[in-house]
């Protein structure tokens, strides 16, 4: 009957014919997380740390500097071994080589950079922690991982990052009186100021065998 509506249906329930079909496509996830991802963002999410990214299929978890010993500790309940230590100069200021591409989006810092790994299985993350480049300090992580008394020796020696709580921080490699730290970006190699980089350097090429020479 004419006088019938077309629908018992509520106004509410009708479906929305001028919506576009981009919209409700844009709100859906364009591809789903990795497995990786997966991994990362749960322990960022249970350690508390900062954030994350996966790249090269390697996990970097970011924690805050104050919260660096207590994460570390915490994170060997699950990936207990420890692989190794060490540091990243991010500075505008070099000796020798090329600087940054843009220098003036680059934030200076240090990464100060552990790697946690599983004994049971492939999972492993790069814990990373960022400090100024002035006055770098950090706690210790010797007091629970016997192994990083070196590893921090090495980053002191080179970078000259302060590990609190670190009771031997003496040189390995270089003499007690040597001044400055090799791996800063600002710190000139000598050796590279007399003589080029290897890839400036015209080799000659070997000589010919004699087999090389009959047949040309």
């Known amino acids: 009957m004419s006088d019938q509506p077309e629908s018992d249906q509520p106004e509410s329930d009708q479906p929305e014919s001028d919506q576009p079909e981009t919209d409700q496509a844009a709100e859906s996830p364009t591809s789903e997380p990795t497995p990786l991802e997966v991994f990362a963002a749960d322990v960022t999410e249970r350690l508390g740390c900062l954030s994350y990214d996966v790249e090269f299929d390697t996990v970097r978890v970011f924690v805050d500097k104050d919260k660096w010993v207590d994460t570390i500790n915490e994170a060997r309940t699950e990936l207990p071994f420890f692989s190794w230590l060490s540091a990243i100069d991010w500075s505008k200021d070099y000796e020798v080589g090329e600087g940054v591409a843009d ?3 680059l934030e200076e810092r ?3 950079i552990c790697r946690l ?7 492993g993350v790069n814990f ?3 400090l100024p480049r002035e006055n770098p300090t950090i706690g210790s992580l010797t007091e629970s991982i016997g192994g990083a008394e070196w590893h921090e020796r090495e980053a ?6 302060m590990f609190e709580g670190h009771n031997n921080l003496i040189p390995l490699y270089l ?3 040597f001044i400055g730290n090799p791996l800063l970006k600002s710190f000139p190699l000598i050796a590279r100021e007399v003589k080029p980089w290897p890839g400036e350097v015209d080799v000659e090429g070997l000589p010919e065998t004699d087999d090389e020479e009959d047949e040309s």
Do not use: A, C, Q, Y
């Open 128 to 130: 990373v922690t960022v």
């Open 156 to 161: 002191h020696e080179m970078f000259g990052i």
């Open 110 to 112: 240090f990464e100060v």
């Open 117 to 123: 790994s599983s004994v049971t299985n492939g999972d």
């Open 103 to 105: 220098p003036d989006s």
């Open 175 to 177: 003499p007690d009186d």
